[in-house]
């Protein structure tokens, strides 16, 4: 067993979405190779940061990103492999780069609660405050803004006569 601890910077930009990780971003690798009787089995943490913005509201954020991994690599034979050990060695950067891009979320938002853009403006809205905008109602549904919940109860409670 042999473990390693690598800073490496990424290749090419990974990841296609709204967010991803930059070309020359640090991956910060915990490695773990264990020789098991049919290959090296691959186990590891990779840190590193991805950019992107805010699927709400548009602005700019910077994600933290760690992502847990484990994969075989199996000696050269007669069964295919995904992943094969050649010549001794062992070859992470498609393993990490698959991990990482399929733990990035589709919809990142830079916080839980992000209310986003003002549809009519297209402005980031702030917190809300009491002083919400009514939105306009249709004028075939407002004979039904007298009505209020107490009605409903005033109309169960009345009592029920019977026709003869």
């Not at 089995?41 to 991805?50: E, I, Q």
């Amino acid at each position: 067993m042999r473990e390693h601890s690598l800073d490496l910077p990424t290749p090419e930009k990974w990841g296609e979405g709204l967010l991803s990780i930059p070309e020359g971003e640090i991956l910060e690798l915990e490695v773990r190779l264990e020789s098991v009787h049919e290959g090296i089995l691959v186990s590891g943490t990779v840190d590193t940061t991805a950019t992107g913005v805010c699927g709400r509201c548009l602005i700019d954020i910077d994600e933290p990103v760690e992502v847990e991994f484990q994969e075989l690599f199996a000696y050269p034979g007669m069964e295919a492999s995904d992943f094969d050990v050649q010549d001794d060695h062992v070859d992470l950067e498609n393993l990490v780069r698959d991990a990482i891009v399929l733990s990035l979320p589709f919809q990142p938002v830079c916080q839980p609660d992000c209310p986003g853009l003002d549809p009519n403006t297209g402005e980031r809205l702030t917190k809300s405050t009491d002083d919400t905008e009514q939105t306009p109602v249709d004028t075939r549904w407002a004979a039904l803004q007298q009505y209020t919940p107490d009605d409903g109860d005033a109309l169960r409670a009345a009592p029920k006569t019977e026709k003869s």
